[in-house]
């Protein structure tokens, strides 16, 4: 499944602060993260994604940021390059 890429600038403080993969019960191991479940999960709720290192906020590099929309809220979260992959570039 695709999702659509986002402007760096969308990935403020203040929405990573507004949740995390604990809103979803998934804890924040690669097994779980791309375990059926976790896939289905995160792909239900993602909205988005961008390079971290592109971010002005919690720049990492290796990693994407990923925005998500739950309970009327968006938030992201950093995933690593094989989670994003796993979880989101299924063909």
Known sequence: MAITYLSPELFTWSR???GSLADFDIPTKFEF???TIGKMILREHAVGWCKADNLICRPKPNEMAVMFFKDGYHFWTHLRYKEFEEV???T
């Open 33 to 35: 993260i791309t375990s």
């Open 88 to 90: 989101f570039n299924e």
């Open 16 to 18: 990573w602060r507004s």
